[in-house]
């Protein structure tokens, strides 16, 4: 018998309970230079990645938007709740409503919404309220928020740094849809909370991005863009 099990409360009864909850770290230690090779490799690929707007029709199998969520799944998160739900669409009629809500709101964005400093930055990129991709691409996975939580005595209690854990699981979504030789776009429909009456979620998850996955069309265009040096992104200490 433990001795949380026979009522103890001492410090040391405490402290033995918590540890039992851990396990020991799974870790490989890799060769310098096979570090060094995998760093190198990693980036050259990630740095291929594109935003795409252009998706063909193609099908792709539920697998691997499985395995896309499943990578996702794997981000850290605030105190470890987890925080988010995708939302996997693939069914024709659903998409069709998707887009038409979204260019609704989109069109009232573009047309009235949009302040001139935002439509400055979007000129280049060539984006418009028309959404072709959301019934093109044969996936749309919506990433919903949770602002709140179920707490196990019924209240509900907050989530914490639920943007952070979100925006992380988002970059690793689409970091996997990459590896796996499929395309995305980081969509926001502008507002969306359409997409939670839609969906069918509860009023605490918040849709926050939009990602269609696909092949990219043949005739796919992205715009000519540059990414800034690691002397402009970064500042070391030594
Ligand atoms: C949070 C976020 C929101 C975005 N929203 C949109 C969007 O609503 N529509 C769109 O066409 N692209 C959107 N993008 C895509 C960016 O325009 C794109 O990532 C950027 O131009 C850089 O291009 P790249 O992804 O090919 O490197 C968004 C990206 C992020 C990270």
């Not at 792709?60 to 799944?73: M, W, Y």
């Not at 995708?86 to 659903?94: I, T, W, Y």
């Not at 919506?142 to 179920?150: E, G, I, M, Q």
């Amino acid at each position: 018998m433990s001795a949380a099990e026979d009522g103890s409360s001492d410090e040391t009864s405490i402290g033995s309970n918590v540890e039992s909850g851990f396990i020991d770290l799974v870790f490989e230690e890799l060769a310098p230079a096979e570090m060094a090779e995998r760093a190198d490799s990693f980036y050259k690929q990630m740095e291929k990645r594109r935003t795409t707007r252009h998706f063909s029709t193609r099908e792709v199998p539920k697998s691997l938007i499985e395995a896309a969520i499943k990578t996702a799944g794997t981000a850290p998160s605030g105190a470890h709740l987890q925080p988010w739900t995708f939302v996997a669409v693939s069914n024709s009629e659903l998409k069709s409503q998707m887009r038409e809500a979204a260019e609704a709101e989109e069109r009232k964005t573009y047309s009235e919404r949009m302040p001139e400093a935002w439509s400055e930055v979007l000129a280049p990129l060539g984006t418009d309220a028309i959404k072709e991709h959301i019934t093109d691409a044969p996936w749309v996975v919506v990433l919903f928020r949770h602002s709140k939580r179920l707490r196990g005595n019924g209240e509900w209690g907050p989530t914490y740094y639920s943007q952070e854990s979100c925006g992380i699981a988002a970059g690793l979504f689409i970091a996997a849809v990459h590896n796996m030789g499929l395309v995305t776009l980081t969509h926001t429909p502008s507002p969306m909370g359409f997409l939670r009456e839609l969906l069918g979620r509860p009023g605490h998850e918040h849709a926050m991005l939009l990602l269609p996955v696909g092949y990219p069309a043949e005739d796919a265009k992205v715009p000519d863009l540059l990414r800034k040096s690691i002397d402009e992104i970064s500042e070391f200490f030594d």
